[in-house]
């Protein structure tokens, strides 16, 4: 199994940045994608930011220029950079784990619990 642990959401004002972290653990298993997610509430959850194995990356159009993925190389952790953010920002971020257990073909999504991130003046 793995699991999905965010960190590092808060109260930001327009403009400013946060950085959101997301920390896996587990055992027998392999990453090929993480992503990081949004939603509000009445609204259908959202991709922001995708990071490959490999390194690839990709972004929704509102997070292009402003917003970041990576992954700590020493660390079962990734991150979002968040720069000049807007209130439209304001949602509950999740990451979202693709992973294959050991000795399995096929793969499976994992859900972190989320972390609030709130842009307001």
């Known amino acids: 199994q793995v699991q999905l642990v965010e960190s590092g959401g808060g109260l930001v004002e327009p403009g400013g940045s946060l950085r959101i972290s997301c920390a896996a653990s587990?055992?027998?298993?392999?990453?090929?994608?993480m992503g990081w997610y949004r939603q509000v509430p009445g609204k259908e959850r959202e991709l922001v930011a995708i990071i490959t194995s490999a390194g690839g990356e990709d972004y929704a159009d509102s997070a292009k220029g402003r917003f970041t993925i990576s992954r700590d190389g020493a660390k079962m952790t990734w991150y979002l950079q968040m720069n000049s953010l807007k209130s439209e920002d304001t949602a509950k971020y999740y990451c979202r784990a693709r992973a294959m257990r050991s000795g399995r073909l096929v793969y499976t999504d994992y859900w972190g619990q989320g972390t609030q991130v709130t842009v307001s003046s």
């Open positions: 587990g055992s027998d298993f392999s990453i090929s994608t």
